[in-house]
């Protein structure tokens, strides 16, 4: 099936990371726990024909500096990855700064993005994620160590829009980003409190790109679930790229349309259930290769079958038992009884992933007493679990 494609996009440039680091299209992965692993990554890297820029699961900095066996595992890429990229958390100074000078002095990447977006309750309690930028001291304390230690390393920073309506700290926070270094700022257009509920306020991503200098990329985030919705983003927003999450979830193949949208293709294919299917076969064995156990990597894989299958004509009986599978052969056996000649269904497209109500963020006791208050959180605050 061909679809249409919008206009392309003639006046977007390449994503310029420091001066080493260019990214053609200026398309980037976002980091999504247990999603972004180094199997999706390839996924998503093959169908764009090694173009753009995926970025790895959330590493905490605690964990890396202490190299936490799971940590290390989950910034290994593939020797074909690049540029290779990892999405630092932490709050304490001293430690990201640590975990930037190590990412540097031992070549474990070649960009370092900064997560100050994250809304998850053990998060945000721990005066992490998006709760981070309120404390603007801290926010600045962390940036100037991250850069500092990085070496020729860019170092990016990904946040949202504010805590809640009352605590919006996006501005202030690219604002600091940009005096202290950063290569680029990704904004989601939502608040903490949204978390992946209504709609993302791609204004505000117009305002950040306002307000920052010109010389620092503003990456825009938040609904792009098409090739058409990045195109739209870039054009009302006025940002230099965009950042790409729930949307590619079971459709890494959104990557092969947004490349060729921005070079201009008026038209992309869209593909059939028969080519889902064997993309949903090579996801799983690539996820049994990286795990050592084909069995573990099947299991890990039950989590994109609704993804993958959305919008397609397969009945309960079968997607159940697509979820239930613990084996690559036992996986193909049941995809092969579906209609493989299906066009891709236009329920397909849209929202995916979680799409959870608003709820309330939670927050170290006294929080927001004081937004220029550069105390540490505790020890506890820095996680010492990588992925999220």
Not at 140 to 151: E, F, H, P, S, T
Not at 210 to 226: A, C, M, Q, R, Y
Request: aromatic share 6%; hydrophobic share 40%.
């Amino acid at each position: 099936m061909t679809t249409p494609a919008p206009d392309a996009v003639t006046a977007v440039a390449p994503l310029r990371l420091g001066s080493a680091l260019t990214v053609w299209p200026p398309v980037v992965l976002a980091p999504m726990a247990g999603i972004t692993n180094a199997p999706f990554r390839t996924l998503c890297r093959e169908q764009s024909g090694g173009k753009g820029l995926f970025v790895s699961e959330m590493i905490t900095t605690r964990a890396l500096v202490e190299r936490n066996a799971k940590t290390m595992q989950l910034i290994h890429f593939d020797p074909s990855e690049q540029p290779r990229s990892i999405q630092l958390y932490g709050v304490d100074p001293e430690t990201v700064g640590r975990a930037a000078k190590m990412i540097a002095e031992e070549d474990l990447a070649d960009h370092i993005d900064l997560n100050f977006g994250c809304p998850v309750p053990k998060v945000t309690r721990k005066g992490g994620g998006s709760a981070l930028p309120y404390k603007r001291n801290l926010l600045r304390d962390i940036l100037r160590q991250a850069v500092g230690n990085a070496g020729d390393l860019p170092v990016t920073m990904k946040m949202r829009v504010g805590i809640d309506d009352d605590h919006i700290t996006y501005l202030d926070a690219g604002r600091i980003g940009a005096e202290e270094g950063v290569a680029a700022i990704a904004l989601h257009g939502r608040t903490a409190i949204q978390h992946y509920s209504g709609q993302a306020d791609w204004s505000a991503i117009a305002r950040l790109r306002e307000t920052v200098p010109d010389h620092v990329p503003v990456l825009g985030n938040g609904d792009i679930w098409s090739a058409d919705d990045a195109v739209r983003m870039v054009r009302e927003t006025g940002c230099d790229g965009v950042v790409v999450g729930r949307g590619c979830l079971g459709r890494p193949w959104l990557f092969k349309e947004l490349v060729s949208v921005f070079e201009g293709q008026v038209d992309y294919a869209r593909p059939d259930f028969g080519y889902v299917a064997r993309t949903m076969l090579r996801h799983a064995e690539l996820l049994g290769e990286w795990l050592g156990d084909e069995k573990r990597g099947v299991v890990d894989f039950r989590k994109h079958v609704a993804w993958y299958t959305k919008g397609f004509s397969v009945g309960s009986e079968l997607r159940n038992a697509l979820a239930t599978t613990s084996s690559l052969s036992e996986l193909e056996e049941h995809l092969s009884r579906i209609d493989q000649d299906q066009p891709w269904p236009d329920s397909a497209d849209g929202p995916r992933g979680r799409t959870s109500g608003a709820a309330r963020v939670v927050l170290p006791e006294g929080w927001l007493d004081d937004p220029y208050d550069c105390a540490v959180p505790s020890a506890e605050a820095e996680l010492d679990t990588s992925g999220g």
